[in-house]
């Protein structure tokens, strides 16, 4: 008697990042997602052990979206032997493109400054993976077109569906012989300025469902007075304002922002704003180049994003920091755990006329986290660093779905899963969404644990 198809979680149980799912039919493999670990240092470590399984037999993988907790193991598992095809949507490989890069280099820079300083207990130390990895894996990305069914190794057949998350995300609908799953990815949000809203799934036998928001509400406050009040009072005593982003998705969201209150009279029209993330400037391009993905017409996308000047070279970054004058300059990373933001952290968050302005969810253990907690000091380059700038977080700015955004796109389907297994989560983010399933809707569901792995009907 044939075995029943298996899934295994790999990754993003227990914690919001290193997405991984294998799901196992009639003995051959296809893994959804490839994302890294990030966050506190037992969960970077992880990206260093043996994977679960030997990629060289996974026969194919399919990518939900872009951002690295979701895409950024691939050139490692190109690296230990993956060689199949790896399916995702047109826009998110134009994004991979350049974050893998970007990944790419970062870790071949940190393992360098680490040998050049002597600072590593491994000699000499290694990147995870290499720019070489990473153009083979680019090389292996496969675009497909959404709502259209495509095959798969064991008789299988995906398709991608808007998740509205960022550019490109998708759902991912996996058909085998006699049962549906569906693994969804990032949830967007329903009134993002910029993305569509979730595209509403009918059925699935078994449900893959994220919890990043899992027992939160995005605030009610509308982002453009928050906004206003925050730049208003900073310039208004001589500062500047620091915003931490996310490379994609979030910084494009925040120059369609600070574009309307140009525009409308609320903040200052020369007020500068710059844009130092040469990967946030490269994914400006990308959001230019599909249009037909996003809500913004292209006319107001090209007015949008052309407010803020973009920053490439380290150079003219250093500068922004020498210049006295109010400005506002949104730089990677947005939980400032690295790129040239902690440079302006360092040279900005111990004035108190400065403001530190966070724009969405802060992983435990990360630096952004800390300092919203109420850090009074932060380790930059190896000293401690007092906090006295204003802190703030545009906590509705989230590309998430919150937990009523989830509950919403759930009472979308005609029927209820067999089962919902609740990833992509902390521990309490996801028991507590697990509870609202269980009560309002009456479907089958638990938070899965790392490693588990579980049989499908």
């Known amino acids: 008697m044939p075995s029943k198809p298996t899934l295994r979680f790999l990754g993003a149980a227990g914690t919001v990042t290193g997405s991984r799912h294998l799901l196992e039919v009639q003995g051959r493999q296809v893994l959804l997602d490839c994302g890294l670990f990030q966050g506190v240092k037992p969960l970077r470590l992880r990206n260093w052990a043996p994977f679960p399984v030997p990629p060289g037999n996974i026969e194919a993988l399919v990518l939900s979206h872009a951002h690295l907790d979701h895409s950024g193991y691939l050139p490692r598992l190109m690296r230990e032997g993956f060689r199949g095809p790896v399916y995702c949507s047109e826009a998110t490989l134009a994004l991979c493109r350049i974050l893998l890069l970007d990944s790419a280099h970062l870790q071949e820079a940190d393992a360098d400054y680490l040998n050049r300083h002597g600072l590593s207990r491994h000699q000499p130390a ?35 569906t808007r998740a509205g998350h960022i550019l490109g995300a998708a759902v991912v609908q996996v058909d085998y012989d006699g049962g549906r799953l569906v693994y969804s990815g990032d949830l967007g949000r329903y009134d993002d300025p910029l993305m569509p809203p979730p595209h509403p799934v009918q059925e699935a036998d078994y449900l893959v469902l994220e919890s990043t928001y899992g027992n939160r509400l995005h605030g009610t406050q509308d982002v453009l007075d928050a906004l206003a009040d925050i730049i208003g009072r900073t310039i208004a005593r001589g500062g500047t304002i620091i915003i931490p982003s996310f490379a994609v998705g979030r910084a494009q969201l925040l120059l369609l922002h600070l574009h309307r209150l ?29 249009s037909a993905d996003q809500r913004l017409p292209p006319a107001d996308a090209q007015a949008a994003y052309r407010v803020a000047t973009c920053v490439s070279d380290v150079e003219a970054s250093k500068a922004l920091d020498r210049s006295p004058m109010p400005k506002i300059i949104v730089s990677a990373s947005g939980m400032a755990t690295g790129g040239r933001v902690i440079h302006h952290l360092k040279h900005f968050v111990s004035d108190p006329r400065n403001t ?60 209820p899963p067999k089962e919902t297994y609740i990833v992509h989560g902390e521990p309490a983010a996801a028991d507590a969404l697990r509870l ?22």
Not at 147 to 160: C, E, I, M, N, S
Not at 357 to 379: H, N, Y
Request: charged share 25%.
């Open 126 to 160: 290694l990147p995870l993976y290499t720019i070489a990895d990473a153009h083979r894996a680019i090389a292996a990305l496969r675009p497909v077109d959404f709502d259209t069914p495509q095959a798969l190794p064991a008789g299988l057949r995906f398709t991608l």
């Open 262 to 290: 140009k525009t409308s009279g609320r903040i200052p029209a020369n007020l500068p704003v710059y844009l130092d993330s040469p990967m946030a400037s490269a994914a400006v391009e990308t959001y230019l180049q599909h």
């Open 356 to 415: 530190i302005l966070f724009a969405g969810f802060q992983a435990v253990g990360t630096r952004g986290a800390a300092m919203l907690d109420g850090a009074r000091s932060v380790k930059i380059h190896g000293e401690y660093v007092p906090v006295r700038a204003e802190l703030d977080n545009l906590s509705m700015l989230s590309a998430h779905a919150d937990a009523d955004e989830i509950l919403r796109w759930l009472r979308g389907f005609t029927r």
């Open 436 to 457: 609202r399933i269980k009560d309002e809707l009456g479907w089958r569901c638990r938070a899965v644990e790392q490693g588990e792995a579980v049989e499908l009907d």
